[in-house]
């Protein structure tokens, strides 16, 4: 099973909202990813947990909030987004860091 | 950092055509992955293939390591072959090319 899910699949929110993003695996992969998705433009990464620890954020505001509560689970906390944050974002896994990495199906955001 | 040019960035065929899309990166790479996008925005792997050629039905790739380059050749190509194809390299994170645009008429 090489399936990784994510919810929502579309979200509208407001920018006073909080919201969360949902990824999960069952791949017992120890390396999970968020990615932001720009229309026409490639994925761009966001942070990477490895081993439940967050071991990379490509400066990332702090509007976005990750949370890796077990080794299958990751969330994405959002927070007072602005409009310009309004994108596809795609969770990924992978048994570890420089391996082959699996990407969910995505949630699409727009923020009003 | 590393950079990573996909050609063409737009390729217009007919069905039953055959296409060879290119990806250039600029540094030794851990691995490349091939991935197509398709019109809804998933992500699907076409090929893990740090070196060397693989083929996958109508889909084979080719990648010279030494000289920074590697090849996805698609044959016979259909209307579901359509969406962004993107190329992938691995050296502390994996950085995505510029990506291709197909789209496939029949």
């Known amino acids: 099973d090489t399936e990784v899910t994510q919810t929502p699949k579309h979200l509208v929110m407001g920018m006073t909202n909080k919201k969360s993003l949902k990824c999960e695996q069952h791949?017992?992969?120890?390396?999970m990813y968020w990615y932001k998705q720009k229309a026409k433009k490639p994925p761009e990464l966001m942070f990477v947990?490895?081993?439940?620890?967050?071991?990379i954020n490509e400066s990332v505001p702090s509007r976005f909030s990750p949370e890796c509560p077990n080794s299958s689970l990751l969330n994405l906390h959002l927070h007072a987004l602005q409009p310009e944050d309004s994108a596809l974002y795609l969770c990924?896994?992978?048994?570890?860091?420089?391996?082959?990495?699996?990407f969910g199906p995505g949630t699409r955001l727009l923020v009003l | 950092g590393i950079q990573v040019e996909q050609s063409p960035p737009d390729l217009i065929l007919q069905e039953g055509a055959n296409s060879t899309l290119r990806c250039n990166f600029s540094?030794?790479?851990?691995?490349l992955q091939w991935f197509h996008q398709n019109p809804w925005g998933q992500l699907i792997n076409l090929f893990y293939?740090?070196?060397g050629t693989k083929q996958n039905g109508r889909l084979s790739a080719t990648t010279v390591a030494t000289e920074r380059y590697s090849l996805l050749y698609i044959s016979s190509s259909q209307t579901t072959d359509s969406g962004v194809y993107f190329c992938?390299?691995?050296?502390?994170?994996?950085?995505f090319g510029t990506g291709t645009r197909l789209q496939v008429f029949p």
């Open positions: 791949m017992g992969h120890r390396a």
């Open positions: 992938a390299v691995t050296t502390d994170k994996l950085i």
């Open positions: 293939i740090p070196s």
């Open positions: 990924a896994s992978s048994q570890e860091g420089r391996r082959i990495q699996y």
């Open positions: 540094d030794s790479v851990n691995n």
């Open positions: 947990y490895s081993y439940e620890k967050l071991s």
